[in-house]
């Protein structure tokens, strides 16, 4: 008797550890499954007009649909003049108030597209890089008007519907993620990291 007893115990204890095994899993799964979806979530939130609801400054559109998800860095190399089809949208510097200023020649319109598929593998306890590739899009986010980039990932107001924290939260209901925004570059080529 005292060998069937101890049988049930080994078998019990081992179907504890096959239940908590398949709950580990499924709430990685779960984890997996919020993250990427957050992914998604912000790369549209990028790729759209900051005029219109979105964040991003929108002159021809390539700023806007340069946006890259990825594990590594993005690298800004890419040049609307050797990209189709908004190397065909033609652009006019003007005169305003006494400052040039580039817009859409008459006839032109924006178009956004992104560039870039979103990768749906991204899992947890591994860095996920979101960046632009445009080669300008410093200027694109600091010195446009229209962008609305810095106040997005601030989590401050804007024409945006919900900011990056109202995203966290909204994906993240149990425990905040560690993000952070890269922010200025030393001379030695480092970035620095604001964590949200």
Known sequence: MAR???????????KAKDFTKMLRNDMKDDITA???????????????????????????GF??????????????KDERSAESPWSKIKTITINEGGKKKTVLAPGQKPY????YPVPTNFVIGKSVFIGNTAKYAPEAIMLSPKSQVFSYLAGGSGGFAEGLDEKIDKFFTDK???????GDIDEAGRISYQKL
């Open 63 to 76: 700023f806007a649909s340069s946006w890259k998800a990825g594990l590594t860095r993005a690298n800004r």
């Open 34 to 60: 919020d993250l990427n979806g957050f992914v998604r979530a912000v790369m549209s939130d990028l790729a759209s007009d900051g005029e219109k609801g979105g964040v991003s400054p929108v002159l021809t």
């Open 4 to 14: 069937r007893a101890q049988r049930r115990k080994i078998g019990t204890v081992q």
């Open 112 to 115: 956004i597209k992104q560039r």
């Open 176 to 182: 905040r993620p560690d993000i952070r925004v890269g």
